[in-house]
C-alpha cells in the first residue's frame, strides 16, 4: 500500500521545500507545482520517489506524474505538510499564464506542422485549457468531454512516461557499452529522449524518434494492424534535413540510415492472428502504413524536395513489405523523380505504387474538405484517401457487387447456401426485357446495401460508446478542442466508406447478358443459367462465346465500358451521402485487399464464362485475360470511371521484365502513368515478373523465399499468399506496349 504522506514529504524535500513553491495544483493525472527556483528540484531523486511515473517541465511548471486515483491523495498530503492552500483554477491560470499563451501559440500551429508528431506537452497544456473552459452547468455533455479529456491527458502521460523508460535504459546500456562507436549512439539516442517525446523536436532523428513514439502508442491502443501511417514523411522532415545538414551534423547517408531504421520498425510491427472471415477478407500480416512520398505542399507548390529522393532510395536497398511505400506525382513532379520511381517499381517486387495527386485532392474537396486540408491529405491503407490528421475516416467493409447480380438472376436465392438472402423479384428467364433485369438488380443492390449500413450503425455506436481511442483523438485535428473522441465524431471530418468489389467482373457479367440474350438473341437467358448452372461443362459453344466473343471491360470498348459506369454509378448514388452515425457522410471506395479471393469462392459460375469459387476481379481492374487490347486500352477502360467522386480506386497492371527494360521501357512506363492521371486515373501499380517465374515459385518456394508480389494495396512475400491468391496473381494479364 502506498504511503500517500511520505511520497509528499520526499517531494516537497526535492522541490526545495515549501519556501519554493509559489503555486499548487493538481489536473487529472498530474501533480502542477510553479516554483520560484528550478535549480533546486532535484528531477532525478522525484523520479524515483515511489509512486512517481515520470517528471518533466513545461514554461515555469514542474509536473510530477502520479496518475489518476493517487495525484489527488498525495496533493491532499503535499498541501497539508507544505502549509499552503491549493491553487484555484484563476490562480493556476494566472500562475502558467505565460505557459499556457504559448501552447495556444502552438496548437494553432498545428495545422501547419505534422500533426502525428505533436509534443506530448503540448497537446497536454491544450487539453487543460479546454478542461477549464467546459461549462457545467449548460452543456449535458460536459460530464462526458470531462471524461474523455482525462483519457487524453492520461494517454500523454504514457507517451512521456515511455519515453523516459527508454532514456534511462539508453543511459544504462551507453555506461555498460565498451564499443565507443555504439556507446556514442547510445549516449546520442539518451540525448534525443530527453527532448522527444515530451517537447518538439529538434533534430532530423529526434523528429523520426518522436513520430515513432506516436505510432507505437496509436497502435498499442487501437490494435497493432489499423493502417495509421506518417503521411506525407518527405514534407514533415525537409525542415529538419536542411538544418541539420546545415548546421554539418547530418548528411545524405546518416539521414538515409536513420530513415532505414525507421523502416525496419514498420516491418518488425507485430500483428494479431487472423481467423476465419477475417484472414480470408484481408490475407496479409502487413500493417498497411502507407507512407506518401512527393505530391505538392500546402500552398500547391511541388512537393518533391531532398528527402523524397532519400525515400526512394531507402525503399530500394531495403525491399520491405511494409511500410506500404507510394508515390504520389502531380503536374508539377520533376520527371526525374517520376523515373526513379519507375526504376525501382520495374525490379519487381511491387513498390512504390502510384498516386494521383490532383485526384487525391479533388476527391477530398468534392468531399467537404477544405482545399488546404485535401492538400496536406492522400493515401492511406490499400488506397484510400483522407485528410490525415484532421479525418475520422473508416473503411466499414466489402461489398460482393458479382453476387448481388449473381442473387438477382435466380430471384435473390443462393444456390451456394441453399438461403433466400436477396428480395423475391422474380427470376431472370422470366424478365422480358434488360430494363427489367437492370430495375430487379438496383433494388437488390439498394436492399443490401441497406443492410450494410443498418449493421454498420450499430457497430458505430458500440465503438462510440465503449471503444474510445484517446491516443488517436489527441493526435486527431478537433478532437481536443470539440473534447470528443475520434470513434465518436469528434474530429473535423468523420466520412465512412463501404468498398466496392468486383466491379470487372459484374460488367463483363451484364455484358454478356445483355449482349448475347437481349441485344444479338444468341441464346436464351434459360439456356445461359443451365450453363452457367453446369459449370459450362458440356456447354462449350455458350462459354467461347460469352468468355470470348462478347464485349469486355478494359479494352476501350464503349458496349462494355457504359455498362461499367452504370454500374459504378448506381453503386455510388445508393452509398455517397448517406449519413453516418458520427455526424459525418459515407463514401465509397473501389479495393479489395484480398476478399476478391473469398467473394469468388461463395460465388458459382458467372455469366461472363468465370468458372464456379475463382477469384472476382481486384479493384477495378479488368477481368483476368479479357484485356486483350494493351495497357493503353486499359487506362481508357479505367478512366470512363468517375475516379473524383470516389475516396479511391486500385489498378493493378502485369509486365513482363523485357517489356519495361532499358531506358524505352522506363519512358514507356512513365508515360503510361501520367496518361492515366490526366485521365484523372487515381492509383496503378505493377507486378513486373513472368508467368513462368510465379509457376515455379508456386512450386518450389523454398527456392523463392524472397519473392515478392503486389498483390492489391499492399506487397506480399508471394510464398505467404494462398494457393487460390497465388493463381489469382498468375493468370493476371501480361500487358506488352507493342
Known amino acids: ?101 504559448w501552447f495556444m501559440k502552438a496548437i494553432k500551429l498545428l495545422g501547419d506542422i505534422f500533426v502525428p508528431i505533436i509534443p506530448a506537452i503540448v497537446a497536454s497544456g ?222 519487381g517486387w511491387g513498390q512504390p505504387a502510384f498516386y ?31 485528410a490525415w490528421g484532421s479525418e475520422a475516416y473508416i473503411l466499414t467493409g466489402y461489398m460482393n457487387i458479382p453476387k448481388i447480380f449473381q442473387l438477382t438472376l435466380y430471384n435473390g436465392y443462393d444456390a451456394m447456401s441453399g438461403k433466400q438472402l436477396g428480395l423475391k423479384l422474380g427470376y431472370a428467364k422470366d424478365f422480358k426485357t434488360f430494363d427489367e433485369l437492370w430495375d430487379a438488380f438496383k433494388k437488390q443492390m439498394k436492399h443490401f446495401i441497406d443492410i450494410k449500413i443498418r449493421g454498420n450503425n450499430v457497430i458505430e455506436r458500440l465503438y462510440a460508446e465503449n471503444m474510445p481511442a484517446p491516443c488517436l483523438s489527441v493526435v486527431t485535428n478537433d478532437c481536443i478542442s470539440n473534447a470528443k473522441d475520434y470513434n465518436a465524431g469528434g474530429a473535423r471530418y468523420n466520412t465512412n466508406y463501404i468498398q466496392g468489389v468486383g466491379i470487372g467482373t459484374v460488367t463483363d457479367c451484364i455484358t454478356a447478358v445483355k449482349y448475347n440474350v437481349f441485344d444479338k438473341k444468341n441464346f436464351t437467358m434459360e439456356e445461359l443459367l443451365e450453363a452457367m448452372d453446369h459449370n459450362f461443362e458440356g456447354y462449350d459453344a455458350i462459354f467461347r462465346m460469352v468468355h470470348d466473343k462478347t464485349p469486355k471491360y478494359g479494352n476501350d470498348d464503349d458496349y462494355a465500358d457504359s455498362i461499367m459506369q452504370d454500374v459504378f454509378n448506381l453503386y455510388h448514388d445508393l452509398i455517397t451521402g448517406r449519413p453516418t452515425m458520427r455526424g459525418g457522410k459515407y463514401g465509397v471506395d473501389m479495393l479489395p485487399t484480398t476478399c476478391h479471393v473469398y467473394f469468388g469462392e461463395v460465388i458459382g459460375a458467372t455469366a461472363n464464362g468465370r468458372k464456379a469459387n475463382i477469384p472476382v476481379s481486384e479493384g477495378i481492374s479488368p477481368e483476368k485475360s479479357a484485356d486483350v487490347n494493351g495497357p493503353t486500352a486499359v487506362i481508357k477502360s479505367c478512366a470512363k470511371m468517375d475516379h473524383l467522386a470516389t475516396a479511391g480506386t486500385l489498378l493493378n497492371q502485369k509486365f513482363t521484365p523485357d517489356v519495361v527494360a532499358g531506358e524505352k521501357g522506363l519512358d514507356n512506363m512513365a508515360s503510361l502513368i501520367r496518361s492515366y492521371f490526366a485521365m484523372d486515373g487515381h492509383h496503378v501499380q505493377f507486378n513486373v515478373i513472368d508467368r513462368k517465374t510465379l509457376q515455379e515459385a508456386q512450386k518450389h518456394p523454398e527456392d523463392y523465399r524472397d519473392l515478392i508480389v503486389r498483390v492489391a494495396g499492399y506487397s506480399d512475400f508471394f510464398r505467404n499468399l494462398s494457393k487460390p491468391l497465388q493463381d489469382e496473381i498468375i493468370n493476371r494479364t501480361e500487358q506488352s506496349f507493342e
Not at 267 to 296: C, H, M, R, W
Request: glycine letters at 6%.
Open 356 to 386: 494521383n495527386t490532383e485526384a487525391q485532392i479533388m476527391e477530398l474537396v468534392n468531399a467537404g474538405k477544405s482545399l488546404e486540408d485535401a492538400r496536406r491529405g492522400g493515401s492511406s491503407g490499400c488506397v484510400e484517401t483522407g
Open 1 to 101: 500500500i502506498m504511503d500517500y504522506r511520505k511520497t509528499a514529504q520526499e517531494i516537497l524535500g526535492y522541490v526545495g521545500g515549501s519556501k519554493n513553491i509559489v503555486s499548487a495544483a493538481h489536473c487529472a493525472t498530474r501533480l502542477r507545482l510553479v516554483i520560484a527556483d528550478n535549480s533546486k528540484a532535484d528531477k532525478e531523486a522525484i523520479e524515483n520517489v515511489d509512486g512517481v511515473k515520470g517528471v518533466f517541465e513545461a514554461s515555469g511548471q514542474l509536473q510530477i506524474i502520479l496518475g489518476t486515483g493517487t495525484v489527488n491523495k498525495v496533493f491532499d498530503e503535499f498541501i497539508a505538510i507544505a502549509g499552503i492552500t491549493a491553487s484555484t483554477k484563476a490562480e493556476a491560470k494566472e500562475a502558467a499564464a505565460e505557459k499556457q499563451n
Open 126 to 347: 491544450f487539453l487543460m485549457g479546454i478542461m477549464n473552459a467546459l461549462d457545467f452547468m449548460n452543456d449535458p455533455e460536459a460530464t462526458d468531454k470531462m471524461e474523455e479529456l482525462k483519457a487524453m491527458d492520461i494517454a500523454c502521460d504514457a507517451v512521456i512516461i515511455l519515453g523516459e523508460r527508454y532514456h534511462k535504459l539508453a543511459l544504462e546500456m551507453a555506461e555498460k557499452e565498451a564499443d565507443p562507436t555504439r556507446k556514442k549512439e547510445l549516449e546520442q539516442i539518451a540525448a534525443n529522449l530527453e527532448v522527444v517525446p515530451a517537447h518538439k523536436p529538434q533534430t532530423f532523428w529526434q523528429a523520426i524518434q518522436l513520430y515513432w513514439f506516436t505510432h507505437l502508442a496509436v497502435t498499442t491502443e487501437l490494435n497493432p494492424w489499423d493502417a495509421f501511417s506518417p503521411g506525407r514523411l518527405d514534407q514533415h522532415l525537409i525542415s529538419y534535413y536542411e538544418a541539420d545538414t546545415e548546421a554539418g551534423i547530418l548528411d545524405d547517408e546518416k539521414a538515409k540510415e536513420l530513415l532505414e531504421c525507421l523502416w525496419i520498425k514498420f516491418y518488425n510491427q507485430p500483428a494479431p492472428v487472423k481467423v476465419g472471415i477475417t484472414l480470408k477478407e484481408s490475407a496479409t500480416y502487413v500493417d498497411f502504413a502507407n507512407i506518401n512520398t512527393g505530391g505538392v505542399t500546402p500552398d500547391g507548390k511541388d512537393g518533391v524536395n531532398a528527402v523524397s529522393y532519400l525515400i526512394l532510395d531507402c525503399m530500394d536497398e531495403m525491399k520491405l513489405v511494409q511500410p506500404n511505400s507510394n508515390v504520389t506525382i502531380s503536374k508539377k513532379t520533376p520527371a526525374r523523380f517520376l523515373k526513379r520511381a519507375c526504376e525501382i517499381s520495374r525490379k
